[in-house]
T-cell receptor, first 110, second 113 residues
Framework: SQQGEEDPQALSIQEGENATMNCSYK?????LQWYRQNSGRGLVHLIL?????REKHSGRLRVTLDTSKKSSSLLITASRAADTASYFC??????????FGAGTTVTVRA | ETGVTQSPTHLIKTRGQQVTLRCSSQ?????VSWYQQALGQGPQFIFQ???????GRGNFPPRFSGLQFPNYSSELNVNALELDDSALYLC????????????FGPGTRLLVL
């Protein structure tokens, strides 16, 4: 079974707009990570947020974590065509084995 | 590019056959994990190897087995293939056991007919 669930399943936005996707999970975690996957190939690590952190930034990415609600959000600002991909949240319950959600497919229209 | 390589990139097998997938970890990484990703789903953890020993296993039957070699390259073996084994198989390496960030290879797409 999958630990995380992303919402929405799919998202279509205009270039330059912001994209927000959410992740909910079920059990306590050590950290939560976001990955990007292009065209069904390998996953690229985007950002990691630890359970004692609430917000983290990396370039155009902003991640929040609310452990009381067991949820996280990923915001991509000023989207580009190259951001078109599937985005996955993955939780690490301190056993170094990532549990992934089903992902959000983001399409950025030119 | 993460430095993790996998071979082959694509593979077609028939039900009942056996398959071996290979992964070369990023230089210096001693931990490797394998994941199965069915179409439209997120990756599912199969198992993890650390210093040639299996270190945890997901909800996969024993016909899924693995090896890690002294140079930290790795193999995933699947016996008695079933149609539902059709998926993208991803390996991921990390610098050391307990390292939080995993580096994924491009995957091997397996089709079982």
């Amino acid at each position: 079974s999958q630990q995380g669930e992303e919402d929405p399943q799919a998202l279509s936005i205009q270039e330059g707009e912001n994209a927000t996707m959410n992740c909910s999970y079920k059990t306590s975690i050590n950290n939560l990570q976001w990955y990007r996957q292009n065209s069904g190939r390998g996953l690229v690590h985007l950002i990691l947020i630890r359970s004692n952190e609430r917000e983290k930034h990396s370039g155009r990415l902003r991640v929040t974590l609310d452990t009381s609600k067991k949820s996280s959000s990923l915001l991509i600002t000023a989207s580009r065509a190259a951001d078109t991909a599937s985005y996955f949240c993955a939780t690490d319950r301190n056993d170094y084995k990532l549990s992934f959600g089903a992902g959000t497919t983001v399409t950025v229209r030119a | 590019e993460t430095g993790v390589t996998q071979s082959p990139t694509h593979l077609i097998k028939t039900r009942g056959q056996q398959v071996t997938l290979r992964c070369s970890s990023q230089s210096g990484h001693n931990t490797v994990s394998w994941y199965q990703q069915a179409l439209g789903q997120g990756p599912q953890f199969i198992f993890q190897y650390y210093r040639e020993e299996e270190n945890g296993r997901g909800n996969f039957p024993p016909r899924f087995s693995g090896l890690q070699f002294p140079n930290y390259s790795s193999e995933l073996n699947v016996n008695a293939l079933e149609l539902d084994d059709s998926a993208l198989y991803l390996c991921a390496s990390s610098l050391k056991f307990g390292a939080e960030t995993q580096y994924f290879g491009p995957g091997t797409r397996l089709l079982v007919l």
